[in-house]
């Protein structure tokens, strides 16, 4: 959807943010320069039917004092024209920074993203935590207020966001959780990992297998939502015999036997190659 070149700013009534771009802006803030108070930065993603999906981030260097501020808007430029050539449906949607306050630099930073998306949206994220320790997040458009034929400017209007990620994402956030409080070095055993997902898993269809008798017992009230969403997970596996699923398994291991074997011989002729040229 190219919405570049747009003049009339599209309505945006909700932002969905991917947990990678917390994760990029969390980085850049722990990255900064010592006299940087706050880190800035540009949002990437697409915008559909009134919902912003933010996928991608960067950070964009500014220098910001009490008289002015200046920030990197050809770099900015660069980076998002060379995330484009990566993915041909992401585009700039906004811009990120870090803490919850608003000032007067923010207008004049929002206008330079509204020159790329007519509807930017300002995400704004409490990297320094609150009472709580909590990370504060927060997402705003501008809407235009003042006279007509006279003195106008915007106003900072907070919009809805869900933080939302693929399975993949919810998978590594729950291992990452797992080591909260965790002083010890986290094992990568890959064959561990899966015997802990498959009891999650089992766990998961026992608490299902649980709810499903007690609705036909009748000690719960039947719910048409879950009913409809129990059935969508139903028809979403394959009904696959137990000796294709082997042979799956069996071509996938010999797959990732093939690579490591090739990856050793990569890493052995490098090796080699090192060795003779000091020789020689």
């Known amino acids: 959807m190219a919405v570049e070149g747009r003049t009339v700013a599209p309505p945006v009534r909700k932002v969905i943010i991917h947990p ?63 995330q484009k050539k990566v993915n041909t449906n992401m585009y700039t949607v906004g811009w990120y920074s870090s803490g ?94 899966i015997v802990q997902s498959c009891d999650d898993m089992t766990s998961q269809i026992n608490v299902i297998l649980g709810y499903v008798k007690q609705v036909l017992s009748g000690e719960v009230a039947v719910d048409k939502e879950v009913g409809r969403q129990l059935m969508e997970v139903v028809q979403a596996i394959p009904n696959l015999e137990s000796d294709t699923i082997t042979n799956m398994l069996n071509s996938h291991m010999q797959d990732l036997l093939a690579v490591e074997y090739l990856t050793y011989l990569t890493r052995q002729q490098l090796a080699i190659g090192a060795r003779i040229n000091q020789i020689l």
């Not at 300002?122 to 009472?131: E, G, R, V």
Request: aromatic content about 8%; hydrophobic content about 35%; charged content about 25%.
């Open 100 to 193: 919850i306050q608003i000032n007067d630099y923010s207008n004049l930073i929002h206008s330079f993203y509204k020159i790329q998306f007519p509807s930017p949206i300002h995400l704004t994220l409490d990297t320094a935590l609150n009472k709580e320790q909590k990370m504060k997040i927060n997402t705003h458009i501008t809407l235009p207020i003042g006279v007509k034929n006279g003195t106008e400017g915007c106003i900072f209007t907070p919009v809805p966001h869900e933080i939302k990620g693929s399975e993949a994402d919810q998978v590594c956030l729950k291992f990452f959780q797992g080591l909260k409080g965790n002083k010890k070095t986290p094992n990568f055993n890959d064959p561990e990992q």
């Open 20 to 82: 990678v771009v917390l994760f990029n802006i969390v980085d850049s803030y722990e990255r900064r320069n010592d006299n940087c108070k706050r880190v800035i930065g540009t949002l990437m993603g697409r915008y559909d039917k009134g919902i912003i999906h933010v996928t991608e981030s960067f950070a964009v260097p500014h220098q910001e004092t009490d008289e002015e501020v200046c920030m990197g808007m050809d770099y900015a430029m660069r980076i998002s024209e060379m």
